[in-house]
Nanobody, 127 residues
């Protein structure tokens, strides 16, 4: 089992920045795919970003089109923590952001393929 705990959410003005953290514990492994998803009220959960292990110490990052150039995912395996640096935030980025981990998920954009989830952290962007 893997436990994930997010932090760092809050209220920010449009154009501002936030950094979300996701602390993992339990049976963590550097090979796990780590992703961020978000869900706004009345909307489906959607993929935001993922960090995929490619062997050794190599990881590749992938992003949803609507966050490219604004959000950056990173991970510190020594701390078992994944980050989501968000900048140039827009009101439409308002949502609950959740961290997720999967052992094997070829379709990294599909939330159904993730095995473990955090409880989520609220991000609210005011205009």
């Amino acid at each position: 089992q893997v436990q994930l705990v997010e932090s760092g959410g809050g209220l920010v003005q449009a154009g501002g920045s936030l950094r979300l953290s996701c602390a993992a514990s339990g049976r963590t492994d550097r090979s796990y795919n780590m992703g961020w998803f978000r869900q706004a009220p009345g909307k489906e959960r959607e993929f935001v970003a993922t960090s995929r292990w490619s062997g050794g110490s190599t990881y590749y990052s992938y992003y949803a089109d609507f966050v490219k150039g604004r959000f950056t995912i990173s991970r510190d395996n020594a701390k078992n923590t994944v980050y989501l640096q968000m900048s140039s935030l827009k009101p439409e980025d308002t949502a609950v952001y959740s961290c997720a981990a999967c052992v094997y998920c070829p379709n990294y954009g599909s939330h159904g393929q993730y095995d473990y989830w955090g409880q989520g952290t609220q991000v609210t962007v005011s205009s």
